[in-house]
């Protein structure tokens, strides 16, 4: 990945917390790739029950970056709505 504005964060951050940038870059590529394999590793949602994501490590927070995760009550109403409309 060679991007200018990755590559001026990774000099930022390094600066920051007194490493070199290249220790910056492998803990941001560490954190993505775990995201990553964990995503890979879900089943598929369409066919997992509510209540089987419930039991599933799927959110993500990084301070001051961002948050992922899985709105578990966004898919139920989806679901909902879709058993109404279509009686699936």
Same mark, same amino acid.
Request: avoid cysteine; glycine fraction near 0%; aromatic fraction near 6%.
């Given at each position: =990945?060679? +991007?200018? @504005?990755?590559?001026?964060?990774?000099? @930022?951050? @390094?600066?920051?917390?007194?490493? +070199?940038?290249?220790?910056?870059?492998?803990?941001?590529? @560490?954190?993505?790739?775990? =995201?990553?394999?964990?995503?890979?590793?879900?089943?598929?949602?369409?066919?997992? +029950?509510?209540e089987e994501m419930k039991q599933l490590r799927t959110n993500f927070f990084l301070p001051k970056f961002a948050r992922f995760f899985i709105d578990i009550d966004k898919i139920s109403k989806k679901r909902e709505l879709k058993i109404r409309k279509y009686g699936k």
């Open positions: =990945m060679k +991007s200018k @504005s990755l590559n001026n964060l990774f000099v @930022s951050v @390094s600066n920051q917390h007194h490493v +070199s940038p290249m220790v910056a870059k492998k803990v941001y590529e @560490s954190v993505f790739s775990l =995201m990553r394999q964990v995503i890979k590793e879900l089943p598929e949602l369409h066919e997992t +029950s509510i």
